[in-house]
C-alpha cells in the first residue's frame, strides 16, 4: 500500500507542474501584451511627430488641415469629420528639416536659447545641490533639522504655487525680462538637494570613520568618499534637471516678457496654422538632447534610483 501511495503522489506532483508551468506563461503572456499596448500608446505621438516631420506641405494640410483651422474672430472650426492621421508619408520630403536649418534662423535661435537656459542650470544646482547635500548629511543642529524640513516643503509645493514670489523678487532685483530672472530659481531649486541629501545618508558611517582614523579632513572625504559613492544619483538628477528645464513652458511665460528671449519650448506653442510642417519638424528637432540625455545615461538614471534605499556594495 505504502508503494501505491507512494507512485500516486509522484503522479501528482507530476501534474502539478506543467499545469504551473501553463499558468506562468500564460501569466507572463499577459502582461507582455499589456506591456506591449501601453509602449504603443506611449511612443505613438512621437511616432507620429518624426514621420510626419518628413511629408510635404500639401500632404500635411490634407490630413491636419482642418483641426488647425480658425474663425475669421481667431476661434476654432469644429472638425465634424475623421482626421487622417498618417504614420507612412507618400512621398518623403525634407523640406520642413531645409526650412528650419537653413532658410528660417528664428528656430534656431529659438533653440541656442533653450540651451543656454538649461545647461548652466544643471550645472550649478548640481554645484549647489551637492555641497547643501554634504552639509545636511555631515552637520548636525537643530537649525539644520529646520532648515531641510523647509526644503521639503518647498519640493512638495507645485512650481505654480512658487511664480508668483519668484515674480516679486525678480523685480525688486531688477532682473525681471532677464535671463537672470530663469537661471536664479533654477540654479538653486531644492529638487536636487532633497534627492542627494537622502542619497548621502545612506553612506555607511565607518567608512567616513575609517576615513577620519586614516587622516582625513572634510574636504577629503566630500571629493574621495561623498562624490564617488554617489556617482549614480548625480547623473540620475543631472538628467531629470535637464529634462525638467529643457521642457519648462510657465517660467518664461511669467518672467520673460520679451519674446526674443524665449525657449524653443514656448515657440513651439506659437507656430502659425499654415505652418503645421514646420511644428512637426521643430518638435522631432527638439526631442534629439533629451532622446541623447536619456539614451547615454539610462543606466545611471536606473542605478541612482534603484539604490536609493541603500549604496550598491
Known sequence: MKIFRRLWQKIKKNNVKPKRKKKGIL??????????????LFLMPTVVTITNSFMTQSEINANYGKVFETTDTGGKVYVSEVVNLKLIPDM???QQYVTVLLKSPKYLFKFWNSVIYTVPIVIFQ?????LASYAFTRFKGRLKEILFFVYIIIVLMPY????VPNFLVSEWMGIFDTRWAIWLPG???PFAVYL???YMKRIPNGIIEAAKIDGAGEWQIFRHISIPLCKGALYSVAILIFIDFWNMVEQPLILLANEELHPLSIFLSKINAGEIGLAFAVASIYMV???LVFMYG????VEGITYQGGIKG
Do not use: H
Open 27 to 40: 501569466q507572463k503572456a499577459v502582461l507582455l501584451m499589456v506591456a506591449l499596448v501601453f509602449a504603443f
Open 92 to 94: 518623403v520630403s525634407l
Open 126 to 130: 548640481l554645484i549647489t545641490a551637492v
Open 160 to 163: 505654480q504655487v512658487t511664480l
Open 187 to 189: 540654479m538653486f531649486s
Open 196 to 198: 542627494l541629501t537622502k
Open 289 to 291: 538632447p533629451g532622446l
Open 298 to 301: 539610462e543606466d545611471y538614471l
